[in-house]
């Protein structure tokens, strides 16, 4: 047999220390330490965007001053007032009507003035031929002075949330008309 086993010597095995990094290790080391803060830089802003709706807070509506009260008569008359609006870093006014009227209790409330039909703008008593009716130009749907659907159009009028505070009208959000249900 040979000597050529017994004169091998015994070679540490393992990583080398940390005073031994090799290129390679650095490179590796340096690589993915670049990689991940460039995935990192990629993915937090989806995650930002995905998680962002949650931390809004949601306010209880916002009302917005239109008329005062003492103008408002058993008769319904457009009003048209702005509402702020703001879309991602874009601020911008949106210019919005409403028909308000007072019931016969005394009670204001305004109707929405968007076709349920097609979605065009109706008018107060602008048709002869129906008097004391809203009227949509564009296809001739008609609605009672509560906003009931009388033709063409499927629902009634929707109308907004009001509240009085002083003497001025306030108007919210648009809900599903609640007052032709009185009417009928």
Known sequence: MSSHNNEHESIPQGPPSWK?????????????????????????PMIRFAVDPVLHK???????????????????QEFTFELPQQDGWYASTATLTAWIRKDENGEI??????????????????????????????????????????????????????????DWVYLGEIVPNTEVKKEA
């Open 20 to 44: 031994e990094m090799s290129r390679r290790q650095f490179l590796t080391y340096t690589l993915g330490g670049a990689t991940a803060f460039m995935g990192a830089g990629a993915i937090l």
């Open 109 to 166: 409330y305004a109707l929405s003035p968007i076709c349920k039909h097609l979605g065009c703008t109706v008018g107060w008593n602008n048709d002869k031929a129906y008097p004391d009716e809203y009227h949509c130009p564009c296809h001739g749907a008609r609605y009672t002075k509560l906003g009931k659907n009388l033709a063409v159009a499927p629902k009634p009028l929707d109308q907004y949330k009001t509240k009085i505070d002083g």
């Open 58 to 76: 949601k306010g209880a509506g916002e009302f917005i001053k239109v008329a005062e009260a003492a103008k408002i008569t058993d008769v319904p």
